[in-house]
């Protein structure tokens, strides 16, 4: 096994006392030697860390000691080296950025689908009541071209606070089928999903626990390429595998 844990988490949920949370964080990672980010802001926690299994470990242990972080769900991949080099804790506005205030994924959540379930819908082409399904990727348009699902749409984003207007201008394109957002990890599409029930759009899915999910429980199925990660890796292979870049190819990492 490789020697390098890397997780991925978000949870939604009112946090208070950030700056106090922000060192508490940062100091428990720091002294279990973890690198990585973590975004804090009043709507909950995203994160990306890496470090030795039993670091990793003590580190989920105690978060989850935090009543707001109880049995948190991470997404997990393995690598021979640290793909981070220093650790930061940020407070930001939102843990991800829409800029769309009504949206409160902490209030509520919309629905989801499993990796399993999808690859039936997949299979069977089409829901369990006959309704076309329609693969929404809510990513930016350069994670987009590392891969996507098979006839997966996009909006061709360069940020994801752009998904909203996009999605108004494109909205025909979801009538009358089941619409499946996807992201790396789960995070924006709890955002999105809500956004399209806000604007009335029925019928709308997220894939649970993202692209990475779908890898680990599914494989490759269905999906073309890999998936950009915000790490040193660049991408993951569907077998949660570091991508192996050519000598000249070289490519700039970009913000979410």
């Known amino acids: 096994m490789q020697p390098i844990l890397n997780i991925s988490a978000y949870r939604f949920g009112v946090l208070e006392n950030l700056s106090t949370l922000r060192d508490d964080l940062l100091e428990q990672a720091i002294n279990l030697g973890i690198k990585g980010t973590i975004i804090i802001a009043s709507e909950g926690i995203n994160l990306f860390l890496a470090a030795p299994k039993e670091n990793i470990t003590s580190w989920l242990e105690w978060l989850c000691k935090i009543p707001a972080f109880e049995n948190i769900t991470t997404k997990n991949s393995w690598s021979e080296y640290q793909p981070y080099k220093k650790m930061l804790v940020k407070i930001k506005p939102e843990i991800i950025r829409m800029n769309h205030p009504t949206i409160h994924a902490y209030e509520k959540r919309a629905p989801s689908i ?125 077998s949660l595998q570091e991508i192996q870049l050519n000598s000249d190819q070289s490519i700039a990492k970009k913000p979410l």
Request: charged residues 20%.
């Open 114 to 238: 499993t990796p399993e379930k999808l690859q039936q819908w997949l299979k069977q082409g089409h829901d369990d009541v006959n309704r076309p399904i329609l693969l929404l990727d809510t990513r930016n348009s350069f994670e987009v071209a590392f891969g996507t699902f098979k006839n997966a749409v996009h909006f061709d984003l360069k940020q994801f606070s752009e998904f909203p207007s996009a999605l108004e201008k494109n909205q025909a394109v979801l009538t009358d089928k089941t619409v499946i957002s996807f992201c790396t990890g789960g995070i924006r599409c709890e955002k999105a999903n809500l956004f399209m029930q806000e604007i009335g759009i029925e019928n709308t899915l997220q894939l649970e626990g993202g692209i990475l999910n779908y890898f680990e429980q599914v494989g490759q199925t269905f999906y073309q390429g890999d998936c950009f990660v915000f790490d040193e890796r660049l991408a993951l292979t569907p």
